[in-house]
């Protein structure tokens, strides 16, 4: 019979497991950075810079304030043999070590399969245009789309609207044959492997099997405890074959099921996870990061109902914009919507909610947060917040300022 675990246990062996509840370090150099990626696996990324991208801030969550040009040597700058991590889609885009290469080559090659196999893809319709990009990236090295000269290259509608050119890098870039190189104000670079990657870094795939193991006990230790659906969940796997892989997995005494009240499905922990009797923290979380991106576990651990509205018509808007669940200790007490005004040098607070259960007194935890968000943004002329949902008045009370009109 499986083990039970309390929900208030599973609640601090997640967030230990994600590496909260540690002191912040007094300073944040490569060791750290790099201990912070090696713990969460991966970081998501993506292009909202309303208030800034998403793959810096669950670093800042973790460790407080660090050098943002030092992540960016560190993942996004091409550094070829001395590469130690590479882009690819894993959860969705996302930044990986190298050392996950070989367990991510096998849906490279079943994307390459299921284009050749497939007679009305894209790519078959469409040889030309890649054999001309491969013979581009071989004479002229790593290239942004924006920089390769076609008379196909031009957008072809608004946003995704992409042109021929760029649907042919990101198809070599799904089946491997290109990588990024890096990005330049957030456009992606493509390369050749031998012109990104460390020399023999594609020469030990794993089989799906094997590969898909050691993901879903990646994802297990990520997790520290979850059900099935979760832990597929954290590299995008199916979850048939994460059930079978966490039974192998518990055979070898590196999964344990247990039960969680409240919780519908098995659950399993990670044998190593930390227990910690309590968790103390104060953080915002990006919509993207681990702790919350799949909603329905979020909702199971914190009982905080989660949607990111960017594509809700303003009007429409419950929380805002660009709503950032907070974490106070073992519970995500609320919800913040930032702005970061770099013309004015202004963080602005567009919007700042409580939950049922928020902590008394909660202000006084956002406070400093935010007044050091606002120093590692480099926003030095004040925080501004708008009069958008009960914690605000708070907040600007707290701070000292007037409460503005809401835009």
Known sequence: MAHEISPALARRIALAAQGFGRAHPPAVGTRQLNGVIDRLGLLQIDSVNVFERSHYLPVFARVGAYDKDLLDRLTLTPRGVRAQYFEYWAHEAALLPVSALPLVQWRMQEYRERSHRESDTWAQANTAMLDFIRAELVEKGPLAASEIEHDANKRNGPWWGWSDVKLGLEVLFRWGEVFSAGRTRFERRYGLPEQVLPAGALDAPLPREEATRELVRRSLVAHGVGTAKDIADYYRLKVEPTKQALRELADAGLATPVTVPGWSKQAWLDPTARKPRRVEATALLSPFDPVVWERTRTEKLFGFHYRIEIYTPAPQRRFGYYTLPLLVDEQIAGRID???????????????????????EVEQRVLPLLRSIAAWQGLDSGIEVSDWGDLAPLIAGALGTPLLARA
């Open 338 to 360: 930032l702005k970061s005004d770099r013309a004015r040098g202004v963080l602005k607070v567009q919007s700042a909610w409580t939950e049922p259960d928020a902590p008394t």
